[in-house]
């Protein structure tokens, strides 16, 4: 069976993995950056490269040892080549470069965009293309029909912040800190997602696009008057995104009778309140709801050795000339 080696550096999570053809995860690391980057409450790009130069190597030997394989035994190399933040996108792309190089085996250079893609296949099995897929990271807000390997047609995209993004804002805004997603869901668990009155950017429109700048600038108005606790508009502001995205959704799902299932994938799939909603939607549209484990939701390596492992079993492999992009639609 083939073995792929995945790296992944195009944000602030170092991470590899070693996965199989047939969807072992043999070994996955993960490290992350946030006691760096959270005296500046987001991430610094310069700091984020550097914290990618001093852990790559390290988790790519450990991940080499917890699946007691060789370099030599691995099939080919995936590494993110972008999009992303571009210096830490050539720290993983050069790695994944000279060990390809040094092994005498193919480089995969894999669109992060397509990672979070692909990724809900290597836990499911039986998910067939094509899907519609909700991605929703925090560069990112898309409804994509993903159609096969390299095939994605675009349904829809956000007109202004992604959903990450605006988690992230909230967060700082609300004096949560860094990383925003995961404090604003903690703070929600105790507030009242009704309390305070929200805007629902594009909700009724008949193009199933995003918007979440103007929900991000009314939580910022709401919290300035004063009248609010943090976990009311903590509740308050997930609600929002969800009623968004649940609405946005129901559009495309309407669009495509022919997909095999509905499916949420990014860092922001990880978010309960977002699962439980786009749950009932898919049974609404009588779709099986797919969602990866929340470990593989936020930014990993094994995402990018499956992305890899589906693109080098297609006969896609790379030049060791590739070069690293700061953005790459999908
Ligand atoms: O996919 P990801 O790890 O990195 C990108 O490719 O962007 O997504 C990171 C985004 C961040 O904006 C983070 O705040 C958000 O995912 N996120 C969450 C949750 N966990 C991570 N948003 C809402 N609820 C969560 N539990
Ligand atoms: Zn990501």
Avoid at 89 to 105: C, I, S, W
Avoid at 227 to 244: G, I, P, R, Y
Avoid at 254 to 267: D, E, K, L, M, S
Avoid at 312 to 325: C, E, H, I, K, Y
Wanted: hydrophobic fraction near 50%; glycine fraction near 10%; proline fraction near 6%.
């Amino acid at each position: 069976m083939t073995l792929i080696l995945g790296l992944e550096s195009s944000c602030d999570e170092t991470a590899a993995a070693l996965v199989t053809g047939d969807r072992q995860i043999l070994a996955h690391r993960v490290a992350g950056q946030e006691a760096e980057h959270r005296p500046y409450g987001g991430v610094v790009p310069e700091i984020a490269a550097r914290a990618h130069v001093d852990r790559l190597a390290p988790l790519v030997e450990g991940v080499l040892a917890d699946a007691g394989v060789a370099l030599a035994d691995v099939d080919a190399i995936a590494a993110t080549a972008g999009p992303g933040l571009i210096g830490g996108v050539m720290v993983g792309l050069v790695t994944g470069k000279a060990l390809a190089h040094a092994a005498g085996k193919p480089l995969v250079a894999v669109n992060h965009l397509e990672g979070h893609a692909l990724s809900p296949r290597l836990t499911d099995p039986d998910l067939a293309f094509p899907y519609l897929l909700l991605l929703v990271s925090g560069g990112h807000c898309q409804l994509l029909l993903v159609e096969g390997v390299g095939a994605y047609r675009r349904l829809a995209t956000t007109i202004d912040d992604a959903a990450g993004e605006a988690f992230d804002k909230t967060a700082k805004l609300l004096g949560l800190g860094y990383p925003g997603g995961p404090a604003v869901e903690r703070a929600a668990t105790d507030g009242d997602p009704r309390a305070v009155p929200l805007p629902r950017p594009l909700v009724g429109s008949a193009e199933p696009h995003f918007s979440f700048a103007g929900l991000k600038s009314a939580v910022a108005r709401a919290a300035a008057s004063g009248a609010h606790s943090v976990a009311d508009l903590a509740a308050s502001f997930q609600q929002a995104v969800v009623d968004c995205l649940v609405d946005r959704s129901r559009i495309a799902l309407a669009a495509c009778p022919g997909a095999t299932a509905f499916v949420v994938a990014g860092g922001v799939a990880a978010n309960g309140a977002i699962r439980a909603a786009l749950t009932g939607l898919a049974h609404d549209y009588d779709k099986r709801f797919v969602a990866p484990p929340l470990w593989l939701c936020t930014d990993n390596g094994a995402m990018i050795a499956w992305a890899g492992a589906e693109r080098f079993a297609a006969g896609l492999t790379d030049p060791l000339d590739t070069a690293a992009r700061p953005r790459w639609p999908l």
